[in-house]
């Protein structure tokens, strides 16, 4: 809980000592401006997914890279189209590689009329950065950057790597960024810390979140039947959409999961209907209904018994539409079961972690879940990795929305917050 330590503080607590702290951190003050106008800068050049197209947002950033004196970075890319960055900062040892992470794509704008300015033309207003992907999470790619710059600038004492990523297709597949990453390219690393928001409905580092909650997407369709609509009432029939909207009534009121509730979050999440679909149009009666569902799962949990939980409950309704089908189907992989993970709250980074924000932000950040999914299921369940699936600056419930923002200090803070808690981390 925030004010508390976790049980193995004191012994994993490890103090690079206040001139290089002092050093680093100075460093990134100095170059606050520049750094803000990285962000600017990273905000202003699209990358949204849909369609997906990281390129010109990779140029910017391998641009940024060499003024910063970080040369020697890598593209590794599945698709031409779909480019990740990585740069390593090499320590003085044969200590541990610390990676930090954030991805360079975008929701789309959505509606842009609901946006108070441009999304594309971020503007500062009271202490804050307007703009599509600020909170999420350009702001925290750019703060990472510049913490292993002013790591680099200032020769921190580093007894390990630190592994900079900056990776394409989070926000729909994954599959051109960390699955592609944790699999055919082989990334390593000894743990990774993503820069998701992790600020809910408090200040900005309301959180350190260890949990990232898994997801599986599915669709019930109903059939029923479809033919000349002014027939409807000489003729048996089943109005698909009718039912439809009954089932998915009966199924919010009645699906029970199996799971065991997580000590930093009780319950799963379930979203039904987040689409819906029916009919063909006027003098047709709907023969076909469908809804679209979300379910966010805890550790634990695993596709085969959440199935047969959805199967139970859509045969028990079915009994009383014995005239209607009721089919469920899952999506494609990996979108029908993305995996949980979770980072044990005795990791040594997060030690690292929370002696930074007490350092920075003057108190430390709650243990919690991170409420979505992340790219920690793919470094943590398939690469093996240790993910800590969020610590950084924004608020989640203004990624994915018209005037998305984040604070401007924040950015400079999680910058400060990275490289203290690389050094803490690397030294030997």
Partial sequence: MAG??????????????????????????????DLIDFVMELVATPSPNLPGDERAVAKAITAHLRRLDMDGFEIAAKEPHRPNVIYRLAGRGDGPTLMLCGHSDTKPVGDGEQ????????????????????????GAVAAMIYAVAALKQTDAPLHGDVLLVVNADEERTMTCGSEFLATDYGIKADVCLLGEPSGIDGPEFEFLHL????????????????????????????NASIVMGEVLHRLD??????????????????????????????????????????????PGMSRDQLERDLRSCLESISRDYPKARIDLTFEEPPLDWFAPSQVEADHPLVGALLDAAQQVLGRRPELSAFP?????????????????????PGWLPLAHGPNECVGVEAIVQAAQMYAIAAMSYLRA
């Fill in 372 to 392: 979505g999914g992340t790219d920690a299921k793919n470094f943590q369940v398939e690469a093996g990795i240790p993910t800590i699936p969020s610590f950084g």
């Fill in 211 to 238: 949990l990232s909650r898994g997801l599986s997407c599915f669709t019930v369709r109903v059939l029923g039947t479809q033919m000349h609509s002014s027939l409807s009432d000489r003729m048996p029939s089943v």
């Fill in 253 to 298: 009121r009645e699906l029970k999961l199996t799971f065991e509730p997580h000590p930093l979050c009780a319950s799963p999440t379930t979203n039904l209907g987040v689409r819906i679909e029916g009919g063909v149009g006027y003098g047709v009666y709907p023969g076909s209904a469908a809804f679209q569902s979300d379910i966010r799962t805890l």
């Fill in 115 to 138: 946006w108070r300015s441009d999304p594309m033309k971020p503007v500062i207003r009271d202490g804050k950065m307007y703009g599509l992907g600020t909170t999420d999470m350009k």
């Fill in 4 to 33: 508390q330590e976790t049980p193995h503080d004191v012994r994993l607590r490890r103090d690079p000592g206040p001139r290089p702290i002092m050093m680093t951190t100075d460093w990134i003050r100095k170059h606050r401006d």
